[in-house]
């Protein structure tokens, strides 16, 4: 059964119940930030090493970003940080160590929009809700998508790609990271947006993909602009547009959905810090304090621009309300596409 309304409902309760508990702060200038002392025990936070969960294998554009900014990190709090990559079940298995560990603010999962937005929604075998199991710390980075085609079709524009699919119903073909991805639901959006009919092949992760579309296997497919990035710059793959409302930092030269007539295709990509729910609203406070001068630092922001990634900083309410509106998003997606998982079970 799909937890659409319940859980669309629950992020707005936890939303206000932030606002109440006051765990909304706002970035000060980068220094060293004093530790928290809890009480009553009167210990000193963090007390041991950072546990960074990153629920996707080394190489993807998690791993990356996590591995960016984990030295900076251990400067700020004067704790080593340690990543830990657990990968499968489309994320849920890291999130799952993460619901499951110690909630005092010393494991962290940097969670996606996929994760946090999507998986909910269609996998309903779940031992956990993550809008209700974790809480968010703050938004590290937003990357666009861009779809990219291989250079054998004969397209140059996203206006022409339409109208040969539409001129060709189920000619064309796609490639995602698995039924139910975003790179999955995005392409669904499109061809509903556009009305076209193009074949959907589902991969086992979006390397795969990538790696049959440079070799001419499959036709297109949306890919976040960090690993997409090298292949363009190679001309191994064509991009046509970029799903954000603005243009992407690292392809300037590339137009939105919206500058080519498709205003209702709009998304992007995000990562999260997140940690269990039941911790301290205040740790949660303390955190975000923490971090986003970390995260604003130049030195930290131009290596994520390097990789295609495009730094962003949050509150954790703003983390939820993004999460928000994506779920509402993707679940029309869902339902109108009649989306399937992969997979039925997480682990136990």
């Given at each position: 059964?799909?937890?659409?309304?319940?859980?669309?409902?629950?992020?707005?309760?936890?939303?206000?119940?932030?606002?109440?508990?006051?765990?909304?702060?706002?970035?000060?200038?980068?220094?060293?930030?004093?530790p928290?002392?809890?009480?009553?025990?009167?210990?000193?936070?963090?007390?041991?090493?950072?546990?960074i969960?990153?629920?996707?294998?080394?190489?993807?554009?998690?791993?990356?970003?996590?591995?960016?900014?984990?030295?900076?990190?251990?400067?700020q709090?004067?704790?080593?940080?340690?990543?830990?990559?657990?990968?499968?079940?489309g994320?849920?298995?890291?999130?799952?160590?993460?619901?499951?560990s110690?909630?005092?603010?010393?494991?962290?999962?940097?969670?996606?929009?996929?994760l946090?937005?999507?998986?909910?929604?269609?996998?309903?075998?779940?031992?956990?809700?993550?809008?209700?199991?974790?809480a968010?710390?703050t938004?590290?980075?937003r990357?666009p998508?861009?779809?990219?085609?291989?250079?054998?079709?004969?397209?140059?524009?996203?206006?022409?790609?339409?109208?040969?699919?539409?001129r060709?119903?189920?000619?064309?073909?796609?490639?995602?990271?698995?039924?139910?991805?975003?790179?999955?639901?995005?392409?669904?959006?499109?061809?509903?947006?556009?009305?076209?009919?193009?074949?959907?092949?589902?991969?086992?992760?979006?390397?795969?993909?990538?790696?049959?579309?440079?070799?001419?296997?499959?036709?297109?497919?949306?890919?976040s602009?960090?690993?997409?990035?090298?292949?363009?710059g190679?001309?191994?793959?064509?991009?046509?547009?970029?799903?954000?409302?603005?243009?992407?930092?690292?392809?300037?030269d590339?137009?939105?959905?919206?500058?080519?007539?498709?205003?209702?295709?709009?998304?992007?990509?995000?990562?999260?810090?997140?940690?269990?729910?039941?911790?301290?609203?205040?740790?949660?406070?303390?955190?975000n304090?923490?971090?986003?001068?970390?995260?604003?630092?130049?030195?930290?922001?131009?290596?994520?621009?390097?990789?295609?990634?495009e730094?962003?900083?949050?509150?954790?309410?703003?983390?939820?309300?993004?999460?928000?509106?994506?779920?509402?998003?993707?679940?029309?997606?869902?339902v109108?596409?009649?989306?399937?998982?992969?997979?039925?079970?997480?682990p136990?």
């Open positions: 059964m799909i937890p659409n309304l319940q859980t669309i409902v629950a992020l707005t309760l936890r939303t206000w119940l932030l606002v109440l508990l006051g765990t909304t702060v706002t970035a000060r200038a980068a220094a060293a930030i004093e928290l002392r809890l009480e009553p025990q009167g210990m000193l936070f963090p007390s041991r090493a950072i546990r969960v990153v629920p996707f294998p080394p190489g993807a554009s998690t791993d990356s970003i996590a591995r960016i900014v984990a030295e900076p990190i251990e400067e709090l004067g704790r080593r940080v340690n990543i830990e990559n657990r990968s499968g079940a994320g849920n298995i890291g999130a799952d160590a993460v619901v499951r110690l909630p005092d603010g010393h494991t962290w999962l940097l969670g996606t929009a996929g946090m937005s999507i998986n909910a929604l269609i996998y309903p075998s779940m031992p956990f809700d993550p809008a209700l199991a974790l968010p710390v938004l590290v980075a990357v998508y861009v779809l990219v085609v291989h250079p054998s079709i004969p397209v140059r524009s996203l206006e022409s790609m339409i109208e040969f699919a539409r060709r119903p189920w000619i064309l073909n796609y490639g995602s990271a698995g039924n139910g991805s975003t790179l999955h639901l995005g392409m669904e959006l499109l061809k509903a947006t556009t009305d076209t009919k193009i074949v959907h092949i589902p991969y086992r992760g979006g390397a795969p993909a990538l790696s049959d579309l440079l070799g001419g296997h499959i036709h297109m497919m949306l890919n602009v960090p690993l997409a990035l090298p292949h363009i190679s001309r191994r793959v064509r991009p046509l547009a970029v799903t954000t409302a603005m243009r992407a930092h690292s392809l300037p590339i137009p939105t959905m919206q500058e080519a007539g498709l205003p209702g295709v709009e998304f992007s990509g995000w990562f999260a810090f997140l940690v269990p729910a039941r911790t301290p609203a205040h740790v949660i406070a303390w955190l304090q923490a971090l986003l001068p970390v995260l604003s630092a130049p030195g930290v922001r131009s290596r994520l621009e390097a990789i295609g990634a730094p962003d900083t949050s509150t954790p309410l703003q983390v939820h309300e993004r999460m928000r509106r994506d779920t509402a998003r993707w679940q029309r997606v869902i109108s596409a009649k989306v399937k998982p992969d997979w039925q079970d997480l136990q």
